[in-house]
T-cell receptor
Framework: ETGVTQTPRHLVMGMTNKKSLKCEQH?????MYWYKQSAKKPLELMFV???????ENNSVPSRFSPECPNSSHLFLHLHTLQPEDSALYLC????????????FGPGTRLTVL | QKEVEQNSGPLSVPEGAIASLNCTYS??????FFWYRQYSGKSPELIMS????GDKEDGRFTAQLNKASQYVSLLIRDSQPSDSATYLC?????????FGKGTRLSVIA
């Protein structure tokens, strides 16, 4: 296990459900990230937070809503998802945003029915 | 559009051989280069970072960087079956990392 934890590890939800993914980092980092990883595709950066401020949003649909209450916690709120949103959702953290090594959590495997 | 290209593989090497993984990138302003290993169903794990031209060695792993050719590689000496995984190249200038699709490595016992 790394210094980045994610819950839940697996999630199955219907298209009308609302759920949240949680990420916590214990590394004292100031930047946190959400990535989506689908089969046969590269990691897709979704959101970047630096010191609780969102600094990057890569044209992610509004059915994904991030929240960063402090520099150690990051949430991804999900509502009215589509089956194509099924993927591995990874949280990562780094000392600061930019050209720094990132450390990943174990991920949440999401299945949308 | 900043791009990082990797051969998707699979790259198959016999146990004990040297595995060579390659990556090219499009942004000439890139400063930081990383290799991650990802086992099936797991999250990426950082194994090497390199910031200047030349070679950097860490145990059985050697990262090589050539900024003029916009090329970074990872060599794995004495490959073991436990090295079988997908290896992701990640590159950054002043922005968050851009990842390649990864190369799947299979080490045959």
């Amino acid at each position: 296990e790394t210094g980045v934890t994610q819950t839940p590890r697996h999630l199955v939800m219907g298209m009308t459900n609302k759920k949240s993914l949680k990420c916590e980092q214990h590394l004292g980092h100031n930047a946190m990230y959400w990535y989506k990883q689908s089969a046969k595709k590269p990691l897709e950066l979704m959101f970047v937070y630096s010191l609780e401020e969102r600094v990057e949003n890569n044209s992610v649909p509004s059915r994904f809503s991030p929240e960063c209450p402090n520099s150690s916690h990051l949430f991804l709120h999900l509502h009215t998802l589509q089956p194509e949103d099924s993927a591995l959702y990874l949280c990562a953290s780094s000392q600061s945003p930019g050209p720094n090594e990132q450390f990943f959590g174990p991920g949440t495997r999401l299945t949308v029915l | 559009q900043k791009e990082v290209e990797q051969n998707s593989g699979p790259l198959s090497v016999p146990e004990g051989a040297i595995a060579s993984l390659n990556c090219t990138y499009s942004d000439r302003g890139s400063q930081s280069f990383f290799w991650y290993r990802q086992y099936s169903g797991k999250s990426p794990e950082l194994i090497m970072s390199i910031y200047s031209n030349g070679d950097k060695e860490d145990g059985r792993f050697t990262a090589q960087l050539n900024k003029a050719s916009q090329y970074v590689s990872l060599l794995i000496r004495d490959s073991q079956p436990s090295d079988s995984a997908t290896y992701l190249c990640a590159v950054s200038g002043n922005t968050p990392l851009v990842f390649g699709k990864g190369t799947r490595l299979s080490v045959i016992a």
